[in-house]
C-alpha cells in the first residue's frame, strides 16, 4: 500500500514562491496519475493540479492557472507543486493524492489514497 507525505508548506508573504513535495512509499507511484487539492477553513475541498503517470497530461483549477505548476520526478517517487504568485487567498491545507480511476482528475472521488496535508499561510 501506497502512503503519501507532503512537505514544504508555511508562511509566506504574497508574491512569494513555494515548493511543495509529495513523496510516495510503500509503491511505485510511476504507473498512476497524481493531484493535489487544498482545502481552506470552511470550505469544500478545491481542486488544485493533476498530472497523468509519465508527466505529459497536467491540469489546473482556474484559480491557480499561470501560477502553479505541477511536475513529478518518478525515479524519485515524489510529485511536486511550484506555487508562483502566492495570494493570501491561496492559504489552505494542501493535500496530494494518487488516482485510481476512471472518473476524471478534477474531481476527489477520482482518488484513493490521501496525504496527511500541508499548510501554506499567505499574509497580505
Known amino acids: 500500500q501506497v502512503q503519501l507525505v507532503e512537505s514544504g508548506g508555511g508562511l509566506v508573504q504574497a508574491g512569494a514562491s513555494l515548493r511543495l513535495s509529495c513523496a510516495a512509499s510503500g509503491r511505485t507511484i510511476s504507473n498512476s496519475g497524481m493531484g493535489w487539492f487544498r482545502q481552506a477553513p470552511g470550505k469544500a475541498r478545491e481542486f488544485v493540479a493533476s498530472i497523468n503517470y509519465s508527466g505529459g497530461i497536467t491540469y489546473y483549477g482556474d484559480s491557480v492557472k499561470g501560477r502553479f505548476t505541477i511536475s513529478r520526478d518518478n525515479a524519485k517517487n515524489t510529485v511536486y507543486l511550484q506555487m508562483n504568485s502566492l495570494k493570501p487567498e491561496d492559504t489552505a491545507v494542501y493535500y496530494c493524492?494518487?488516482?485510481?480511476?476512471?472518473?476524471?482528475?478534477?474531481?476527489?472521488?477520482?482518488?484513493?489514497?490521501w496525504g496527511q496535508g500541508t499548510q501554506v499561510a499567505v499574509s497580505s
Open positions: 493524492a494518487r488516482k485510481n480511476s476512471l472518473l476524471p482528475p478534477t474531481v476527489a472521488g477520482a482518488y484513493d489514497t
